[in-house]
Every structure is written in C-alpha cells, then in structure tokens.
C-alpha cells in the first residue's frame, strides 16, 4: 500500500512541476477594483498554486470547526466508558464479598435475606 503512495504522489509532484515549467509567464493581479494601478506581477504557477493551497486550508479549518460537536460527543463518551470500566472492574473485585448488615439463610428452596 505504502508503494502505491509513492507511485501517486510521485505522479502528482510530477504533473505539478510540469504544470509550473510551462506556466511561467507573468500575470498581473488586481486587489483594488477601484484602484487598477495597484498591481503584483507574478508568475501564473505562483497564482494557481497559491489558489489551491489557500483553498485546501479553507476547507480543512471548515472541517475542522463542523466536526468540533463530534470531537467533544466522543472525548465525552471516552470518559464514560473508562467511568464504567472502572466501575465494572471494582465490581469484579468486590463479587464474593456480602454487606455486614445482611444475613443469607435458606429455608427449603428458597433464600431469605434479612437486614440488621
């Protein structure tokens, strides 16, 4: 599997040089509608490049915020779970062990429990 990792991203390192050795002409970018004059000349391959970078980091913080719920339900049912663990072992434990305050006596079939 870790092969089949290599063989991809060794494809996509390779179509991404390629994408930036033929894009490297200069384009100019516009922040200012209002002001054309304020202008960055940079290469197309910075352009795009920086596109996809910013748009991977949009979308993983926006992930990152929508699953915050679920985190939380999870980090939440994590303790409860060691909370029963806990609970189950100390029960395991204690198995054989009857309260000082009741008596166990059987009479024909059946068994009578009765407290102090």
Do not use: C
């Not at 894009?23 to 509608?33: E, K, M, R, T, Y």
């Not at 910075?46 to 992930?63: A, D, N, P, Q, Y």
């Not at 699953?67 to 980090?75: A, S, T, V």
């Not at 305050?101 to 407290?115: A, F, R």
Request: proline share 3%; aromatic share 10%.
């Amino acid at each position: 599997m870790a092969f089949i990792r290599w063989i991809i991203g060794f494809i996509i390192t390779v179509a991404i040089a390629t994408f930036a050795a033929m894009n490297l002409q200069h384009v100019d970018v516009v922040f200012n509608p209002l002001d054309e004059e304020q202008t960055i000349s940079l290469p197309l391959y910075v352009i795009m490049m920086g596109s996809l970078v910013l748009g991977f980091v949009f979308g993983g913080l926006t992930v990152w915020f929508n699953e915050g719920k679920n985190r939380r339900e999870k980090r939440k049912a994590k303790k409860e779970v060691k909370s029963l663990e806990k609970t189950v072992h100390e029960l395991k434990e204690n198995r054989f062990v009857v309260p000082p305050t009741t008596d166990i006596k059987e009479t024909k079939g059946s068994v009578l429990i009765s407290g102090h």
